[in-house]
């Protein structure tokens, strides 16, 4: 049972490169998290999909971009990545927003911005 | 603004004994908090929730202490074991339709042999 895997797990990039971060999870849950996590800063909501078909932003959406391809996939993009963007990204999904329904999360992408 | 604030960055505690790991929060229409524990280079995983119509939670060694009117709630485990040793967070909901968890900045616990 795999629950919520984030691809790829280690990614360097270069100031003004794009990339993708991709999540599934096998769950059947309705909605899926974008995260990020800084040291002192704990974890702080990027992007949100409460059910397919819909996304709201977060506490700090600036600079990214997501994607809700389908029920069991949130995907997450950097379109010029910049150094404050260095982080560990963290995607969990819940079976329903709200509703004292628990996240469960991803192992993370650690991205590095040069 | 922090919402949901872990004043303490650290703790150590010795094997057996009683780890008490605490949790503020600010804003008041907060009505469901929960617990996750993270070991180095592993996701977050829940650990324990409570909702505002109760004070009192517990799940095995775990007990969470909600306290409404001083907006705090503690995590309790008892007996802590060296595998306990990992950053804990503590995160909080308001039902309103927002769906966001709003974490707290983590609290490293070391439990000594």
């Known amino acids: 049972n795999a629950g919520v895997t984030q691809t790829p797990k280690f990614q360097v990039l270069k100031t003004g490169q794009s990339m993708t971060l991709q999540c599934a999870q096998d769950?059947?849950?309705?909605?899926m998290y974008w995260y990020r996590q800084d040291p002192g800063m704990g974890l702080r909501l990027i992007y949100y999909s409460a059910s397919e078909g819909t996304t709201d932003k977060g506490e700090v959406p600036n600079g990214y971009n997501v994607s809700r391809l389908n029920k069991r996939e949130f995907s997450l993009r950097l379109e010029s990545a910049a150094p404050s963007q260095t982080s560990v990204y963290f995607c969990?999904?819940?079976?329903?927003?709200?509703?004292?329904?628990?996240?469960?999360f991803g192992n993370g992408t650690r991205l590095t911005v040069t | 603004d922090q919402q949901v604030k872990q004043n303490s960055p650290s703790l150590s505690v010795q094997e057996g004994r009683i780890s008490i790991l605490n949790c503020d929060y600010t804003n008041s229409m907060f009505d469901y908090f929960l617990w996750y524990k993270k070991y180095p280079a592993e996701g977050p995983t829940f650990l324990i929730s409570?909702?505002?119509?109760?004070d009192k939670n517990e799940d095995g060694r775990f007990t969470v202490f909600l306290n409404k009117s001083a907006k705090h709630l503690s995590l309790h485990i008892v007996p802590s074991q060296p595998g306990d040793s990992a950053v804990y967070f503590c995160?909080?909901?308001?039902?309103?339709?927002?769906?966001?968890?709003?974490f707290g900045t983590g609290t490293r616990l070391k439990v000594l042999a």
């Open positions: 995160a909080a909901s308001a039902n309103s339709g927002t769906y966001k968890y709003i």
């Open positions: 409570i909702s505002s119509i109760k």
């Open positions: 769950m059947n849950h309705n909605s």
């Open positions: 969990a999904s819940s079976e329903m927003a709200g509703f004292n329904s628990p996240l469960h």
